[in-house]
């Protein structure tokens, strides 16, 4: 069916077509060096924003770097929106114009922001750009960094609420995962944070109110976050197109210092991540299945299986013994988030939407241990509310210092509602999660079945915990229609 989004996307073809690259302008800001090693760098603005909004960020790069930096700021897409279509054009008129005002070599740099990015990292593949800067913003989550044809900087903010930190700890993933090339992608492919950053200050000025609302209030001024950028794009550019030894060494060094620091932001997260689940197993369920059989210590081991429906709707969990030892097993399900739209990934969760587990109850535990005369190890059956509690525990203990400060001081908090109990299968598994947010906070209600065998719950991830500690608690409630 040809709808209106579909006649949207031809009419924008058709007028940018028919307006052409004379539509689209680039304010050339020339260097304030006059040695170095010259380089040019094309700003792609971020969705509605104008190009001048740039031109602070630009010049704290330009007064950060030995390099002879020239830039253009490139704007006046169709609808202020950056588009496919425009980009080949935009880039071309760029060029055009820098060497107009006097550039001289053929180093370009494409440097785009949000919206920008997703369109220049298609299109710097295969161009006259000789490296990519991407702020606020990823190439494709299957593109790896090692495969990227080009020298790539993935520059991100902390508290930015557009693009989450924990989309970018995606990329720092794939840094540590290219092991045989993992000191050259350290300086080819960095990724690095600006702390206490967000979205809007890769820019100046304000946003449109959707985005705004989307973003998270900054801890540093647009001041100190323009230096932090002028400070990684110098270390970048530097260690790339320099021919000065001694400058490369302390770009080097810069990179390294800030790699250690990405360590410690984003390892966290996919710890975290990593306990809904490694592909087979979800250390979460084995987590929660040993925290309802804490009071037996050593005498009780765990596994765990991942599955999918129907195999999941279908099995139970199950005791076994090996020797005087007790094995549960158990299973889960991971309700992840869908990842095909486009528009959803750009502010989209990382985390998944639920954890659905089936575990062996409490009291079921005791009687299959024998312990009938020991009553001290028959104590109150736990709740899938607890688990809830202990996801964030485990969220709060694993996010920075600064993260939890924030969170307490202004963050909206996680309020654990009792648990809905439902007595059949059959009414638990078509059951979801229950969580809505207001003013107070996101409130989380697990899905609960108790028989005297089973304990089956549908519970908040970890992760997810994690994220709305780091994310989405800060930003402000804003009541749907």
Not at 175 to 201: C, D, M
Request: net charge neutral; glycine share 6%; hydrophobic share 40%.
């Amino acid at each position: 069916m040809f709808g209106l989004a579909s006649f949207c996307r031809v009419l924008l073809v058709f007028l940018t077509i028919l307006t052409g690259s004379e539509s689209i302008s680039s304010m050339i800001l020339e260097p304030i060096k006059s040695t170095g090693e010259e380089v040019g760098l094309i700003f792609i603005p971020g969705a509605y924003i104008k190009a001048e909004q740039y031109r602070k960020t630009a010049r704290a790069i330009q007064l950060a770097t030995e390099l002879r930096v020239w830039v253009a700021l490139t704007g006046n897409y169709f609808y202020n929106v950056v588009n496919t279509n425009e980009m080949s054009m935009a880039v071309d008129a760029a060029i055009s114009e820098l060497k107009k005002a006097g550039m001289t070599s053929e180093t370009y740099v494409g440097v785009a922001h949000g919206w920008g990015g997703y369109y220049l990292r298609d299109y710097a593949s295969d161009s006259r750009l000789k490296a990519l800067v991407l702020m606020g913003s990823t190439i494709t989550r299957t593109t790896s960094l090692r495969d990227f044809p080009i020298p790539l900087l993935t520059l991100a903010a902390e508290l930015d609420g557009v693009t989450r930190i924990t989309r970018i700890a995606v990329e720092y993933e794939k840094l540590t995962h290219n092991t045989t090339g993992f000191f050259k992608g350290l300086y080819r492919t960095p990724v690095i944070y600006i702390e206490g950053a967000n979205h809007a200050q890769f820019a100046s000025g304000e946003l449109r109110p959707r985005l705004k609302s989307a973003d998270l209030k900054a801890d540093i001024s647009d001041k100190q976050a323009h230096r932090e950028i002028g400070k990684y794009l110098n270390s970048f550019l530097t260690a790339t197109f320099s021919s000065n030894d001694s400058q490369i060494d302390e770009a080097l060094d810069q990179l390294s210092v800030a790699f250690l620091r990405s360590v410690k932001k984003f390892q966290p997260f996919l710890d975290v991540r990593n306990l809904d689940t490694d592909g087979e197993e979800s250390m979460w369920t084995l987590l929660a299945q040993e925290y309802f059989a804490e009071e037996y210590g050593g005498r009780v081991a765990v596994s765990n299986k991942i599955l999918q429906n129907p195999w999941f709707f279908g099995k139970e969990p199950t005791i076994s013994f090996n020797d005087d030892h007790m094995i549960i097993g158990t299973i889960a399900l991971i309700h992840a988030r869908d990842r095909t739209d486009f528009r959803k990934l750009l502010r989209g969760k990382e985390s998944p939407i639920e954890i659905n587990m089936k575990l062996v109850s409490k009291d079921a535990i005791w009687k299959a241990l024998g312990s009938q005369n020991d009553t001290s190890l028959r104590s109150e059956p736990n709740t899938c509310k607890s688990l809830n509690r202990l996801a964030l525990i485990l969220a709060l203990s694993s996010s920075s210092e600064e993260a939890r400060e924030r969170y307490f001081s202004r963050g909206r908090p996680i309020i654990l509602e009792n648990d809905a109990m439902r007595g059949f299968n059959t009414l638990w598994a078509p059951t979801s999660l229950q969580t809505w947010e207001d003013e107070e906070g996101l409130h989380v209600r697990a899905i609960a079945l108790v028989t005297s065998n089973d304990h089956y719950c549908k519970v908040m991830s970890p992760y997810r915990a994690m994220e709305w500690v780091n994310v989405d608690s800060l930003r402000a409630y804003r009541a749907q229609g």
